[in-house]
């Protein structure tokens, strides 16, 4: 409830604001755009992005988070300088938008001026530092098919304009789950050392009409492994489904792992109560983090 509050105080504060000051400068948002960084040579793979918020910063004084688009009114005018930080939905929790900690923040000088607005296009990319494991299905996969029952990651070319609208790359992997084959569990093949208390993301494009659950699997020094649940990605309805994204944190999971332990990206899927068939398709599969 309290990040509820939080989110929401800082536009009710403005409107507020703008009652007893009723020519304010504005300031306007249109879009992300996700560049790549020529430093990483291409090792981000696709650029997929979901930022569906930013947090702003006037002469480096917090002015709130939105959800872009937005309009929002600035209580200065003259030159400062503007601070927008790429902010994604933790885990797929609409309440929690934090600032994604792999991107680069973009900023702007510019004169404000009073009932005129400013439009800006924000662009960000990868910082150089970031680090990827990748699965976007266009090479050998990187996926071990630990339980299947005949049900695998298919490699599949887009079969209708939607599907080339809606993902990158000419590959994608689909499981179909029915009766016979109701259960599909899968860890990545490479194994990752994230040392504790750094920053760690599993970023997932998922179409999906049936549930799918995430985990982090330790494996230890004598080839013992955990498998730790972490968050999902709920169905969609069958007559409404699309491509979406997620971000997953795993800061806090590898921070509970034993001393010394790699790690391997886990999925489990099993038919949903009720439905005779569904369907994931799974695309740019990126774990991403700082050594």
Known sequence: ????????????????????????????????????????????????????????????????????????????????????????????????????PFMEVFQVNVDLIENQTVTLNPVTKYKSASQFSIEDFEDPLNLDIVVDQNTSAILSTPTSNIDLQTFNGNFYGIIQLNYNDSTWIASTQTQLYIPKGRDAYLEVDYYNTNSLATGVIYVNPDNTTQNNPNYGMQAQEPNSVKWKKIYIELKELIGYSPNGSNFLQSFIAKLDEGKEQSEIRLDNIKVVYFN
């Open 1 to 100: 409830m309290a990040k509820n509050i939080f989110f929401t105080f800082p536009i009710l504060l403005l409107l507020a604001c703008v009652k007893n000051n009723p020519n304010p400068s504005w300031l306007e948002v249109t879009h992300w755009t996700l560049n790549p960084n020529s430093s990483l040579s291409g090792a981000e793979g696709e650029l997929t992005h979901n930022f569906s918020d930013a947090w702003v910063f006037i002469d480096d004084e917090v002015v709130g988070v939105f959800e872009v688009p937005f309009k929002i009114p600035i209580l200065k005018s003259g030159s400062c300088n503007i601070k927008i930080f790429p902010a994604v939905r933790n885990n797929g929790i609409a309440a929690t938008k934090k600032i994604y």
